[in-house]
């Protein structure tokens, strides 16, 4: 069963344009989103994180969105670059231990 | 210099053979997990240990596992490999083990079963 879903599998854009990857959850008790990236050949790291109390947060060009209702969030990346390509991961938790991880989006940002 | 160290970089074993994969975590933290990652399937949870103590498991085989001598040590025995245990293997920590906590994750195993 899968609690996260993340959507397109793969994604590519041009420079200087926003890239929109796209995560869903079905556990309504879920109420901490982190997004991880991963370059290749490393371990994945975190890049940003939201709480369900909050619909917005903002990092420099990245702003997760997120719709508690619809139990949706997006990761917004503005002004793309080269060096954004990379695999994101979606997560969430809720009230235990367990961070649920998504399968990830594959972004490719082409010069 | 590096905080979570992963040992060998690389493993090429026989099926049928047993590994071990080494992992320590000098971040001073008091949870540690292990992670797949294949073409299969992107990141998949395996075992996740806090205080040394196991709290949870998403691993169907037995084949796998986890072994904790020291606190920021937590090593993973695979036996009886498989070709299809061939993936990457990371091995990540946190500061308690709640699902909050920021996992920061090591460099990789990259293991090939021939």
Request: aromatic fraction near 14%.
């Amino acid at each position: 069963q899968q609690q996260v879903r993340q959507s397109p599998q793969s994604l590519t854009v041009w420079e200087g344009e926003t890239a929109i990857l796209n995560c869903s959850y079905e556990d309504s008790t879920f109420n901490y989103f982190p997004w991880y990236q991963q370059f290749p050949g490393e371990g994945p790291a975190l890049l940003i994180s939201i709480r369900s109390v909050s619909d917005k947060k903002e990092d420099g060009r990245f702003t997760i969105f997120f719709n508690k209702r619809e139990k949706k969030l997006s990761l917004h990346i503005t002004d793309s670059q080269p060096g954004d390509s990379a695999t994101y991961f979606c997560a969430a938790s809720g009230s235990n231990y367990q961070l649920i991880w998504g399968s990830g989006t594959k972004l490719i940002i082409k010069p | 210099d590096p905080k979570i160290i992963q040992k060998p970089k690389y493993l090429v074993a026989v099926t049928g053979s047993e590994k071990i994969l080494i992992c320590e975590q000098y971040l001073g933290h008091n949870a540690m997990y292990w992670y797949r990652q294949s073409a299969k399937k992107p990141l998949e949870f395996m075992f996740s240990y806090s205080y040394q103590k196991l709290m949870d498991n998403q691993t169907a085989s037995s084949r796998f596992q986890p072994q904790s001598s020291k606190k920021n040590h937590l090593d993973l025995q695979i036996t009886a490999l498989k070709p299809d245990d061939s993936a990457t293997y990371f091995c990540a920590s946190s500061q308690e083990g709640w699902g909050e906590d920021t996992q920061y994750f090591g460099p990789g195993t990259r293991l090939l079963v021939l």
